[in-house]
């Protein structure tokens, strides 16, 4: 299938996912579930842009939380403080998230794993002590509250919820197309050969440092995004969008979902949120139950749900192809034995 066919087919099946999304309200008209989704869009987002370091590039980045808690404050912050339009103030925010990336990234995307982990989240936890720190422009630990002014454009009133919750459904379909292009295109491969084989890319022509960075920096842009998504939907920014939990629920939602199936996250993120809703109703003690809950993925399953579909459908199929070449093998041998008859 050509690059043209398959952004088109990709692009069908986004619009129609939209579709139903936008038409879910009226069959669960239900202010939780809106408020689900749209809390969703913000995670699955984050979650799968962070899959673009960790599944993609071999890149563990336990600080991709930065990006999350940048673009919730920036994006907050421009709206409170400047008369601006919200497409504008979108597009300053994932500017500076990209010039952010591009300088934590140049420093830290050459590290061996460990170090590339670590430094990530010092990076992020530095973000997290400005915010508190810078109380008369943060607000500190009590975070940015009043509001976010929400002026419309092109006929689009985020002060209106279902507004929002299709601007947010939007933004998740269209963020997870642009993401699965990516790792489809050239180089999307070029990331998983430098993750399988980071010795010998360079070899074949390969920067690895500059690829290495793009990625970053486009992993980066996409976890605003999601900031931006959690602050229209909190109406400010908290500081614990900034804290290193942020990028351990990533993580979690990762593995939940599945590290190798594109849309692992994205399930990994409705389980994690499912859980998250549910246990915390059932029992004050929730982080015991959610991590024996995800112990019981890493050492049970050692995969996530769709990898472990992904696993059976391979095998199951591959058992067919095998079955049917055997039946090849012995249906062209009869002719032959008959004639040496």
């Not at 960075?213 to 900034?242: N, R």
């Not at 994690?272 to 982080?287: A, E, I, P, R």
């Amino acid at each position: 299938m050509s690059a043209r066919s398959s952004l088109l087919r990709d692009s069908l099946i986004a619009i129609a996912a939209f579709l139903v999304l936008a038409a879910l309200p009226y069959i669960f008209p239900s202010k939780g579930f809106t408020d689900f989704v749209v809390r969703l869009a913000a995670f699955g987002i984050f979650a799968t842009s962070l899959n673009l370091l960790v599944g993609y590039s071999g890149m563990e980045s336990f600080g991709h939380g930065l990006y999350f808690g940048l673009g919730c404050y920036t994006f907050a912050l421009i709206m409170q403080n400047f008369a601006v339009s919200i497409p504008v103030a979108f597009l300053l925010t994932i500017f500076l998230s990209i010039l952010v990336a591009v300088v934590v990234g140049s420093i830290c995307v050459n590290l061996s794993e460990i170090y590339f982990a670590f430094l990530t989240l010092a990076f992020q936890m530095l973000l997290h002590s400005l915010i508190i720190a810078w109380t008369p422009i943060t607000g500190g630990d009590q975070g940015l509250t009043g509001g976010i002014p929400r002026p419309p454009f092109l006929g689009i009133r985020l002060d209106n919820y279902y507004h929002l919750y299709l601007f947010s459904s939007g933004l998740l379909v269209v963020c997870l197309l642009a993401m699965h292009h990516i790792v489809q295109s050239p180089f999307g491969y070029t990331l998983r050969m430098i993750r399988d084989n980071v010795s010998r890319a360079p070899f074949l022509g390969i920067n690895v440092f500059r690829v290495r960075l793009m990625a970053y920096v486009i992993a980066g842009a996409f976890g605003a995004v999601g900031g931006i998504v959690m602050s229209l939907f909190v109406s400010g920014a908290f500081p614990d969008f900034a804290y290193w939990t942020i990028s351990g629920e990533a993580i979690f939602m990762i593995m939940l979902g599945g590290l190798t199936v594109f849309l692992g996250p994205l399930v990994g993120a409705v389980m994690l949120l499912l859980l998250n809703d549910v246990v915390t109703k059932l029992t004050s003690h929730y982080g015991i139950v959610l991590g024996g809950i995800i112990l019981l993925f890493a050492l049970g399953l050692r995969k996530g749900v769709l990898d472990f579909v992904a696993d059976m459908w391979r095998d199951r199929r591959q058992a067919t192809l095998s079955a049917e070449n055997r039946s090849e093998v012995a249906a062209s041998a009869k002719p032959a034995v008959a004639a040496g008859e």
